[in-house]
């Protein structure tokens, strides 16, 4: 491995001759590619909730774990890496940070130790593993959601063990938890939510609803203050929704609200057709310890949004032709979708993956992905007053 040149986190290291281990290449201006990277989509990307080190998921199947030091020249440092029997499509972390928790084709999670760097089956499903959560439940335990219509919760230690099944009305697209509750975004539209009841052990339904989108639920991330979630739709449209939003009595309006996004027209992009505009899928919705929140997109885009103000705080987007100047986004001159984002616990660091999904069928298939790791400035994430 190269020794590290003088400098700071978001600065471009200095000419020399990598080994096969080296860790990282810089792209664009400030944002470092994470090397080695996975070979395939990247379909999640979680940091630990404890320390600054990022777990990988992809179509690959594999899951590659990287430690992330801010004060270093190179500060992406790959760690451990486990194999699944099939693509994963989900990752999370344990509350203590010691564990990484996937789940995948493979119809099964896996639990890897950090500690002990000894990977276990701790769930299985009838159907792919769609979706993996932490919930601080039953001391913390594991929910897992499947195609199989079930929704699972597991004690992992000191031996895996289910704790309850919950019946989902149809296949689980995207799940989020917060709290005690369990909101999921399944196939047909539907969005339902579970409050967990440690004293019963089990959970009991406290939502059932249609979803605010017209099209397929995509990406869904829980309100940090529990009461609803942001969802993402194929049309390049998010919906901000309360489970509990009386009108308010001086206006009669209500808080939820939805807003277009990650739609590219004529105007900004010459090589749309003139009277005509492209929609993307939202392909990741997350929130960070400010309380704002990030999209990405299927147009290869990333947006930084306030949900109380209603705002727009920050793009990344490639606008114009392949060789316009200037452009905003230069980790991604391509325009490859972007597949998966995450926050670090201070949300001081945002990672994204760029690759392939699938929003334009097999013929456009390809298996190039990268992971960039972002320096994110206070500035761009701080809420904004909400409008008059």
């Not at 505009?277 to 997350?286: F, K, Q, S």
């Not at 926050?343 to 945002?350: M, T």
């Amino acid at each position: 491995m190269c020794t590290p040149s003088a400098g700071a986190w978001g600065n471009r290291p200095a000419t020399s001759t990598p080994s096969v281990t080296a860790t990282t290449k810089v792209s664009g201006e400030q944002d470092i590619e994470v090397t080695p990277g996975p070979t395939d989509a990247v379909s999640a990307l979680a940091f630990s909730p404890t320390a600054d080190v990022l777990a990988v998921a992809s179509w690959d199947g594999y899951v590659r774990i990287y430690r992330i030091d801010k004060t270093n020249a190179q500060p992406v440092q790959p760690w451990q890496q486990y194999q699944h029997e099939g693509p994963v499509l989900d990752v999370t972390f344990s509350g203590d940070g010691s564990k990484v928790i996937s789940g995948g084709a493979d119809k099964m999670a896996r639990c890897f130790d950090l500690n002990t760097n000894q990977s276990q089956q701790v769930a299985q499903h009838d159907d792919t593993v769609r979706c993996v959560k932490w919930i601080q439940a039953f001391g913390g335990a594991l929910v897992t959601g499947s195609w199989d219509k079930k929704i699972k919760l597991w004690k992992i230690e000191p031996q895996p063990t289910l704790i309850t099944t919950i019946d989902a009305p149809e296949r689980v697209y995207a799940m989020d938890v917060i709290g005690p509750v369990i909101i999921a975004a399944t196939a047909e539209r539907k969005i339902v939510a579970y409050q967990v009841n440690e004293a019963m052990g089990n959970a009991q339904q406290v939502v059932d609803q249609m979803s605010p989108l017209k099209y397929q639920s995509r990406s869904l991330a829980a309100l940090p203050d529990g009461d609803g979630f942001a969802l993402g739709g194929t049309e390049g449209r998010v919906a901000v929704h309360y489970f509990h939003d009386p009108p308010d009595p001086k206006d009669g309006k209500v808080k939820k609200f939805a807003f277009r996004c990650h739609r590219r027209a004529n105007a900004d992009h010459p090589d749309v057709p003139r009277n005509e505009t492209y929609l993307y899928p939202v392909n990741a919705i997350v929130f960070n310890n400010q309380g704002t929140f990030a999209t990405g997109g299927g147009d290869g885009s990333i947006s930084f949004w306030c949900k109380e103000s209603r705002t727009r705080l920050k793009t990344f987007e490639t606008k114009g032709t392949m060789v316009a100047p200037k452009e905003l986004f230069k980790t991604n001159p391509n325009r490859l979708p972007v597949t998966a984002i995450a926050f670090n616990r201070d949300a001081s660091v945002f990672a994204y993956a760029l690759g392939y999904d699938w929003h334009k069928g097999y013929t456009q298939a390809t298996n190039e992905a990268h992971v960039f790791i972002h320096p994110v400035n206070p500035e761009d994430i701080k809420k904004r007053p909400p409008k008059a």
